[in-house]
């Protein structure tokens, strides 16, 4: 597999910034739907995901796209590709 192929195969997430408290760090909250399994009722979980900001450009409520990449830290193996919608 060529080196441009793997790096097309990262994951891609939607999500919207919680916090950008941190330095170059943005906090991505992740919204889905499942189905309970006995109730059939929908229930959306919400995943965090710590995300890669080199310019601090992102502000809270801000939607933004998020790629995986190599650890950069404990917590963070995210970076942030772009924003969508900036927050109101």
């Given at each position: 597999?060529?080196?441009?192929a ?43 995901f ?15 796209k ?18 969508i919608?900036?927050?109101k």
């Amino acid at each position: 597999m060529t080196e441009l192929a793997n790096r097309n195969a990262r994951k891609e997430k939607v999500g919207v910034v919680t916090s950008n408290k941190m330095q170059k760090t943005i906090t991505v909250a992740v919204a889905r739907k499942v189905k309970h399994p006995k109730y059939g009722k929908f229930l959306t979980m919400t995943s965090k995901f710590m995300a890669h900001d080199e310019k601090n450009e992102c502000n809270i409520g801000d939607t933004v796209k998020i790629m995986e990449t190599r650890p950069l830290s404990k917590d963070k193996n995210w970076r942030l590709v772009e924003i969508i919608e900036r927050a109101k």
